[in-house]
């Protein structure tokens, strides 16, 4: 048995691979089709695969763009076989609303196809769907059109599908006969292709039919069959089921030790397996069984347990039997009060079942016949026929002719008319729409250059802010160090110690004003570079000399990359931006570090880069570098101070070069500065 299994699930999953395999072989191949046809027809096979191994979500994407598609190519086929694959997924997610919509839309284009197979495959979901909701004459109606079509081109699997929704409907409605009737065709073609599954559906249908029927006989040799079809390992819960039905059809005959055997079998199998609705049946009819035999004890103890069970999952179909069982089990032991509380609950559950059960049309109703149905081929032959009347009759009619002339030369008349009349409308609209279009443009060039002066008096208030701080500072310190000297406070030998600290702040008023200058003329209207083509080497080897003593003062280690090379910029503005840079990667190195300064040809432009393994800057900090509204400044490795704005300063000037400056930085690793400048002037 284990070997068995082994196999079957190899199979299965070789199964499932090759049909992977083949999905994946559509799918490469519709991505190199054509926008024709040939890639709606492919795209379909692709959906029919996807809807084979339940991918509906992949599936319904590519029935959207077959759709589209067919629709653009007015490919009626493509259109009518993609909206029945989505009525189909529709169907699947129990989105009857959606799944009816395109059904119906999906019967009008094979009608226009004059597709019988196809209107008789729609007519059959259809019909599936109906007989779900409950809407029996309805589902009936639709199955019962397409099966004359199924047996006619011999569809099997349609078949079995049509003849399984007919005896579903005819069971809802109180049509045992014919429900019986259509399970026995059902079963009939399953067989025939070999539908294991299908099989043992029909057949549990058939067994279950003729119990209802009262013909037990019947219902016990199919019973039997089922328990012979099913495989124990793998239709656990379809054993549970039928073995205590198979019971009770046997106890219906009194053969007591047959129903015996498997009723205990039934109990001992379903407790095994967990299954409750399987127990409960089972002890009903064990409890019935002992009960007969004049075991009230031991039936007692069964019924409460299954009225326990069957409240407990809410079963009330097998509750119903149970109250009938305990009726019978209290008037045998005399306790009329307790049978009479049990009637009560019996005939109040009934009279809700009844209602619950009620069919959609009365169980008397005249049952439908194949052949009072209309056929697919007269809904087919009344569309064409319709379409070809209409046709006739328009073209044929000398009024339709004339009424056309008429009709014709009113128009032409209307539409000349309205040209001319329009013609001076459509100038005077154009000339008020330019106006407008000017009128915008100056609104928002005024708006612009509001939110530009703002932006700008904003900037001004910060820098007076820090020039009056900053300056202050700075030019106070030097000040009470003169005035030190002047009163002689301090001797000619401690001034000459405070010399250093008295050289720091007059730099860094040096530093503040130089930076302020330079940006206050970028923030000016008239600024204006004007570009040269320099070496931008011999500004690296310039404004390192500017830095030598700061660089020996500290120990860093300053390493010259840069190579000869032409930038076109405005020269001086450029040598601002190296400077500032080259600053402040001595302001942020430690003793030891290392600076770098290199050059190098990327994509035709000149990529400079000012490289230190300082300080470095945190993420956070990186976006306010270049935001003069920002106003971000740290103190260097040696407390060195700053105004914040040499970074602003340098984006601006970059930017006015059509440059652009950028920074990569890891805290307590390094910083790298890049700035991108073109190499030539742009060509007009």
């Not at 196999?7 to 190199?32: G, M, P, R, W």
């Not at 809807?51 to 190519?73: I, M, P, R, W």
């Not at 002339?405 to 459509?426: D, E, G, I, P, W």
């Not at 730099?507 to 209207?525: E, G, I, P, R, V």
Request: aromatic share 8%.
């Amino acid at each position: 048995m284990k070997q068995l299994l082994t196999l079957a699930v190899c199979l299965a999953s070789l199964f499932v691979f090759s049909q992977n395999e083949k999905i994946d072989d559509l799918t490469v191949k519709l991505a190199y089709q054509n926008q024709d046809s040939t890639k709606v027809d492919m795209s379909l096979m692709l959906i029919e695969e996807l809807f084979a191994v339940k991918d509906y979500k992949k599936a319904l994407l590519y029935v959207n763009q077959t759709a589209k598609l067919s629709e653009k190519l007015n490919y009626t086929r493509g259109l009518a076989e993609s909206t029945y694959y989505r009525a189909l997924v529709y169907s699947q997610r129990n989105d009857y609303y959606n799944a009816i919509d395109n059904y119906n839309k999906s019967r009008k284009y094979y009608l226009q196809l004059s597709d019988t197979l196809g209107v008789a495959k729609v007519s059959n979901s259809i019909g599936l769907i109906e007989i779900k909701r409950g809407n029996y004459a309805i589902g009936l109606k639709n199955s019962l059109s397409a099966i004359d079509i199924f047996e006619k081109q011999g569809l099997k699997d349609e078949l079995s599908s049509a003849y399984n929704n007919l005896a579903e409907a005819y069971f809802k409605t109180n049509q045992i006969d014919k429900a019986i009737d259509f399970n026995h065709k059902a079963l009939e073609v399953r067989t025939e292709i070999n539908d294991k599954a299908g099989i043992i559906i029909s057949t549990k249908n058939i067994a279950n039919l003729y119990s209802l029927r009262k013909e037990h006989r019947k219902a016990i040799e199919y019973y039997e069959k089922v328990l012979k079809l099913i495989n124990p390992e793998t239709d656990q819960d379809i054993r549970g089921e039928i073995l205590p039905k198979l019971g009770s059809e046997y106890l219906e005959f009194r053969e007591y030790e047959k129903a015996s055997e498997y009723l205990v079998e039934g109990l001992r199998y379903n407790r095994k397996q967990g299954n409750q609705e399987g127990i409960l049946r089972a002890l009903n009819a064990i409890g019935n069984l002992n009960l007969q035999k004049r075991k009230v004890r031991l039936a007692e103890i069964q019924l409460n347990e299954a009225y326990s069970i069957a409240q407990k999952i809410d079963n009330k179909v097998e509750l119903l039997e149970n109250y009938k069982l305990h009726i019978a089990l209290d008037s045998t032991r005399g306790y009329f009060q307790n049978a009479f509380f049990w009637q009560n609950k019996y005939y109040d559950l009934k009279e809700t079942l009844s209602k619950v059960d009620q069919p959609v049309f009365p169980s008397d109703v005249e049952p439908l016949d194949l052949n009072t149905t209309n056929s697919i081929e007269d809904e087919l032959n009344n569309f064409e026929d319709q379409n070809e009347t209409t046709e006739k009759s328009w073209l044929n009619n000398p009024l339709f002719t004339y009424g056309t002339l008429v009709a014709l030369a009113v128009f032409l008349t209307l539409l000349l008319f309205s040209y001319l009349k329009n013609k001076k409308l459509r100038t005077t609209i154009i000339a008020q729409k330019e106006q407008l279009d000017h009128e915008q443009i100056r609104n928002e060039t005024i708006l612009e250059q509001t939110h530009h002066l703002e932006e700008v008096n904003q900037v001004k208030d910060k820098l007076f802010s820090i020039v009056s701080h900053d300056l202050k500072d700075s030019i106070s310190s030097i000040k009470a160090f003169l005035d030190l000297l002047k009163e002689d406070s301090i001797s000619k030998e401690e001034f000459k110690e405070l010399i250093p600290e008295l050289s720091e702040n007059a730099n860094n008023a040096s530093s503040l004003l130089f930076n302020l200058l330079n940006w206050s003329k970028s923030q000016m209207q008239n600024l204006e570079p004007k570009p040269e083509l320099f070496n931008i080497q011999e500004v690296f080897h310039t404004k390192m000399a500017l830095v030598e003593q700061k660089v020996e003062d500290k120990r860093i280690v300053l390493i010259d990359e840069s190579q000869r090379d032409f930038v076109y910029a405005d020269k001086s503005m450029v040598e601002i931006v190296i400077q500032n840079l080259i600053t402040n990667a001595v302001k942020f190195s430690r003793t030891g570090d290392v600076i770098t300064v290199s050059n190098q040809d990327v994509d035709g432009k000149v990529l400079i880069c000012v490289e230190d393994t300082g300080v470095g800057i945190s993420r956070e900090n990186i976006d306010k570098l270049f935001n003069a509204n920002k106003n971000f400044t740290t103190v260097g490795t040696k407390n060195e101070k700053g105004t914040g704005l040499g970074l602003t300063i340098a984006k601006d000037l970059v930017e006015l070069n059509d440059g652009r400056i950028w920074v990569e930085s890891i805290q307590n690793v390094g910083s790298k500065f890049f700035i991108e400048l073109p190499k030539a002037a742009p060509r007009t």
